[in-house]
């Protein structure tokens, strides 16, 4: 029996079509996964992405938190009105509260309004430096009430000095100066170790040194300034564990650890502890103390 030729010829044609179709529906599938799997990709990315704005957003509450913090402190201490700075801090701690994610457009406002609140801070940084004016000007007065004849018979004789050589003079040695500094490293155990310390052994860096005697500079209010400055020169900060800024020569530095004092000239001792929460780049550091915008003691160590 003979096979038509045009038989087969439309036999392997239908096949070939058949082939074909099949081809391009394995196409398709193949892109629609793949248009599937870049879709599903994007949406975690961008809730990915939405969940870090929302953490660095928890963080910069934090971060005004604790700066309104020591507003509300500073200004509560001199007598001040806080109940501005109460009322944001109310809000930005109930913002913080929330037990749920917050939209773009929910973070984007209250970025918004957290930028705004810094002017805020500005202002109250003014009149945190009027309130301690007044504070200061309370206090010299009250000093000035106990004043001995023999002091005021010495301020007779400076007063018949050049004036503007006397007050050269007095501004120089009214300087206060650190002495004595000691920078150790902490474990955790509660150890201490001087100098030449590697990381295991530096839970906490502890500094401690003394306000030298000085007769010539006022008693009172002090604002005493650390900066721990890395290898790199730059100073190690950390505003969620006491860091933040003050005014050095007409600009803002960042300083690691501070605190307020009453400069009473009886070589008082001053101790820090910084927790810096990672581990420090081995290399030479150094330690810088600031009074009224000035250095007052250096001392250098290395971590090994």
Do not use: C, W
């Not at 003014?126 to 004849?149: G, S, Y």
């Amino acid at each position: 029996m003979e096979t038509n030729p045009q038989k087969v010829k439309r036999s392997d044609n239908g096949k070939n079509i058949l082939i074909i179709v099949l081809i391009i529906l394995v196409i398709i599938s193949g892109i629609k996964l793949y248009t599937d799997h870049l879709d599903k990709t994007r949406k975690s990315e961008e809730i990915l992405i939405l969940s870090e704005d929302n953490n660095e957003l928890n963080r910069r509450i934090d971060s005004m938190t604790y700066q309104l913090d020591l507003r509300i402190n500073e200004i509560n201490k001199l007598g001040g009105d806080i109940s501005s700075l109460e009322e944001i801090k109310n809000q930005l701690t109930a913002e913080r509260n929330l037990d749920r994610k917050r939209s773009a457009e929910e973070i984007s406002a209250l970025n918004r309004r957290i930028a705004n609140y810094t002017t805020t801070l500005q202002e109250k940084d003014e009149e945190i430096i009027r309130l301690r004016e007044v504070n200061q000007q309370l206090f010299a007065e009250n000093e000035d009430l106990k004043t001995t004849q023999a002091e005021i018979q010495d301020e007779v004789v400076q007063l018949n000095m050049s004036k503007q050589e006397l007050q050269e003079k007095v501004d120089i040695a009214a300087r206060l100066k650190a002495e004595n500094i000691v920078v150790a490293a902490v474990n955790t155990r509660g150890r201490e170790r001087e100098d030449g310390f590697r990381n295991r052994q530096l839970e906490r860096l502890k500094v401690t040194f003394n306000l030298a005697d000085n007769k010539v500079a006022n008693q009172g209010p002090r604002d005493v300034y650390v900066q721990v400055i890395a290898p790199n020169n730059q100073p190690i900060f950390d505003v969620a564990r006491g860091s933040g800024t003050f005014t050095l020569d007409g600009r803002e530095e960042f300083f690691t650890v501070h605190q307020d004092i009453l400069f009473d000239n009886t070589q008082q001792e001053l101790t820090y502890f910084y927790e810096k929460g990672s581990k420090y780049v081995a290399g030479i550091y150094e330690v810088r103390i600031y009074v009224d915008g000035y250095q007052i003691g250096t001392k250098s160590f290395e971590v090994k």
